[in-house]
Nanobody
């Protein structure tokens, strides 16, 4: 089992930056690929970014590519999402998630590939 707790959300203005964090506890964090997803009001939850267990490979949704950066610190059991040039359409609850499988060689972007989820942190971007 992996327990995940997000933090760092808040209210910012368009063009600002924000970093959200997700601390893991339980089984070996460094053996899991990690992902960030988000859900805006009235919309389905969608993929944002993912990173392999050693941080060597990342992938992003087209809507955030070039603005957001996912990273991780396996000593601190933490995954981060640095968000720059924020837009009102980035407003959502942001969730971190851990892959269903340890040592997965495939970096998943679909929610069904992730079994462990945090409670989410709200990010609101005003125009």
């Amino acid at each position: 089992q992996v327990q995940l707790v997000e933090s760092g959300g808040g209210l910012v203005q368009a063009g600002d930056s924000l970093r959200v964090s997700c601390v893991a506890s339980g089984r070996s964090f460094s053996t899991y690929n990690m992902g960030w997803f988000r859900q805006a009001p009235g919309k389905e939850r969608e993929f944002v970014a993912a990173i392999t267990k050693n941080g060597g490979r990342t992938t992003y949704a087209d809507s955030v590519k070039g603005r957001f950066t996912i990273s991780r610190d396996n000593v601190k059991d933490t995954v981060y999402l640095q968000m720059n040039s924020l837009k009102p359409e980035d407003t959502a609850v942001y969730y971190c998630a851990a892959d269903s499988l340890r040592y997965n060689p495939v970096l998943r972007t679909d929610q069904s590939g992730y079994s462990y989820w945090g409670q989410g942190t709200q990010v609101t971007v005003s125009s």
